[in-house]
């Protein structure tokens, strides 16, 4: 590098971080809104909120495309910026000029078109859902649709236009690559799902007796602050939907929901949102204000939520921890319930219609369903009037169960509403990543099993940082899956988990 280069380069670094972090404030403000929005604003501000987040959405939008952006990107592109990707400010550049490129292809008319066609969509979907009724949704899933194709081919994509849209969710993942993991997936899923079937039930009707409600969240917070979620640098509230937002590093919110005749639905959701809360509060602090400052894909964002929730939360060790706790603090639910009973019902297995109800065996094949729906619908295999009945016949096939209402079935997804075709994909692959990411951490970290089961985290927690949660960004997913595990995407790891875990349990 020149002499004279150097200067100018760090200029230009500078004034792309300066703008990148007005970007990430502008975003971060945005979140926050949001954040309210879900949790304690009152129905009456609904308008006057949307409104807001618009222009706050807008003028980070319009500072992030400018032609100074576009400028600065193009001189540090070929500096040590570019040449030299495995400097923080190198993954800068390389990941700024990917969203930058990304955004700057879907022409604004299109950007417009679809943010109010989901607004409806939403407001449609809702109505239906709640009337039972596709045929009011379907007008608007077909302008969706025929918005979505457009935005895929404004993107581009070499294979299939699929791939652009996977590519939002899950950078760098081809169709092609999804299909052949979910095949292997589903060939082997489906026999050990009957095996399952075939053993005797598991008795989990002491999950339904009353918790108290304070009881739960005081429980769950104090299970929160041992697997290392940092009150300091966030909070727990309530919401409808549980959910993690983060307003910056030092700021990762969850929201969970109770319901006092369910305990593991609050409780579980609790330690999901944590997993995936862990992951953003351990991004290194440097990345804060820049797009480095985020999960590097939602499939290994959901790897970490996972790996909290089932992995430790739902394991043996981890109830020989905790469970004498529970059972002291509901005496009246649980004083007839062993450790191992309880452990046995939270694992429980049954085909059932509703995605986010379904156990975590069963769970993958809701997502195999949408993902074969969603191809045929952006190639044209299927038309949306005939959804519910493509939709119901694949169910019986995988679940052996038809939805007595499209409630239940086709309609009991929020995603399409919005237009987020290839997003649900990142779920099954979160569940398989979290597979391989646990196998080397039981690898790597010497008496994990007893540490879980002494309600020991840190060094567990300390290997996620190292491996996966420090990066951010600057790391792709795939390069955290060899670099960690030296392996890439593979369904084995889950599938023989599930053996060992459910074969025991089902004794098979
Ligand atoms: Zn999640």
Redesign the pocket.
């Known amino acids: 590098m020149s002499g004279q280069r150097q200067p100018r380069m760090n200029d230009d670094l500078k004034a792309l971080r300066d703008r990148l972090g007005t970007v990430s404030d502008l975003s971060s403000a945005a979140n926050v809104l949001s954040w309210d929005q879900e949790t304690y604003m009152p129905d009456g501000a609904t308008a006057a909120r949307a409104q807001q987040l618009a222009t706050l959405r807008r003028l980070a939008h319009e500072l992030f495309t400018a032609e100074e952006t576009a400028v600065l990107l193009d001189r540090l592109s070929g500096t040590a910026g570019q040449s030299d990707d495995t400097t923080p400010e190198g993954a800068l550049v390389r990941v700024t000029r990917r969203d930058f490129e990304r955004e700057r292809r879907i022409p604004s008319n299109l950007v417009a078109a679809l943010a109010q066609e989901s607004a409806l969509a939403q407001q449609a979907w809702k109505k239906a859902r709640h009337s039972n009724a596709h045929g009011s949704f379907a007008s608007h899933l077909e302008r969706l649709l025929d918005l979505t194709v457009q935005k895929a081919e404004a993107i581009g994509f070499d294979e299939h236009p699929y791939d652009a849209l996977l590519d939002e969710y899950e950078p760098g993942m081809r169709t092609r690559e999804v299909k052949a993991v979910f095949g292997d997936l589903r060939e082997r899923l489906v026999p050990l799902v009957s095996q399952i079937a075939e053993g005797s039930q598991v008795d989990d009707g002491f999950l339904h007796r009353p918790y108290e409600r304070s009881t739960q969240w005081e429980f769950g917070l104090a299970v929160l602050r041992d697997v290392g979620y940092d009150f300091e640098r966030g909070r727990q509230d309530v919401s409808a939907h549980p959910f ?1 937002t983060s307003f910056a590093i030092s700021d990762v919110r969850i929201t969970t929901r109770l319901d006092e005749n369910f305990f593991p639905a609050g409780f579980f959701a609790s330690l ?2 944590a ?2 809360a862990l992951y953003e509060q351990g991004i290194d602090p440097e990345f804060d204000r820049t797009p480095l400052a985020d999960g590097t894909s939602l499939g290994i ?2 790897s970490q ?2 790996l909290w929730e089932n992995m430790v939360g739902r394991s043996r060790p981890f109830w020989d921890h905790y469970f004498p706790r529970l059972r002291t603090v509901f005496p009246d639910a649980l004083s007839d319930v062993d450790v191992e009973d309880f452990y046995r019902a939270l694992n429980r297995v049954e085909p059932s219609l509703i995605r986010v109800e379904a156990d975590e065996v069963t769970y993958n094949l809701h997502i195999m369903l949408r993902f074969e729906i969603e191809l045929l619908l952006i190639e044209g295999g299927v038309s949306v009037p005939e959804l519910p009945d493509v939709w119901n016949a694949k169910m019986e096939e995988c679940m052996g169960l038809l939805p007595d209402s499209d409630a239940h079935g086709v309609l009991q997804d929020v995603h399409w509403s919005f237009a987020a075709f290839g997003y649900f994909p990142t ?1 099954t692959l ?1 569940n398989l990543m979290s597979a391989q990411l646990f196998n080397q951490a039981q690898h790597d970290v010497p008496n994990l099993t007893a540490q879980i089961a002494g309600g020991r985290f840190e060094e567990l927690l300390r290997w996620l940082r190292r491996n996966v949660h420090r990066h951010g960004r600057a790391r792709s997913a795939h390069e955290i899956m060899e670099s960690t595990t030296g392996s890439t995407l593979s369904a084995e790891p889950w599938l023989a988990y599930v053996r060992e875990k459910w074969g025991e349990i089902y004794d098979f």
Request: aromatic share 10%; charged share 25%.
């Open positions: 993690t999901h949102e997993g995936h964002h959901e939520s996972r779920y979160g």
